[in-house]
């Protein structure tokens, strides 16, 4: 056998196996892909689990702080007032752009947001030098609104987060 011959063996033998070669690198590439389409979505679920436990635990703490604002503004302790406020109408525009709830609608989130400004408005007058007293009442109805909508929406959450309907 001639080293021509032994070339052409080579060669007839080297094809089917290259092709055979091809295509298991392309089944591996297709399978990579998928690994790597899989790996994005779990990346994916797992930042929406972890913004849902994040919104849950803002959504405490803020309505613990509005809790506390009537006492507050008995003693006419402005400051903190306005700051529970800002901080109130920052989660409830921040809750409503991050989903869509059943149990509160779009506009009950924008009344609530433009009443605390109004409040919020209202007692920089009076912390800026303005001689007047505010609606206490009105402000407290505000309050009360909002820490309805952050409890629905921090109830409707953490529902959600229970039963895995977040991903």
Known sequence: MSVGDFANWVTIIALPLTIWGLGMTYRQGRKIKSSAEAAETSAL???KKIDS?????????????????????HNDNWK???SHLRNAKVQLIT?????????VHDSDFRISCNNLQLD???LRSIQ??????????????H?????????????EIKNEYR???NQ
């Open 143 to 155: 309050i009360d609104r909002a820490i309805e909508i952050l409890t629905l929406v921090h109830a």
């Open 45 to 47: 679920a797992m930042a």
């Open 80 to 82: 903190e007032v306005i």
């Open 95 to 103: 809750v409503q752009k991050n989903g869509s709830y059943s149990t």
């Open 163 to 165: 039963n895995g309907k």
């Open 120 to 122: 919020i408005d209202t």
């Open 53 to 73: 436990m994040v919104a849950i635990e803002k959504n405490a703490q803020i309505i613990e702080k509005l809790n506390n604002c009537d006492e507050l503004l």
């Open 128 to 141: 800026n030098g303005d001689n007047f007293e505010p609606d206490k009442t009105l402000i407290n109805k």
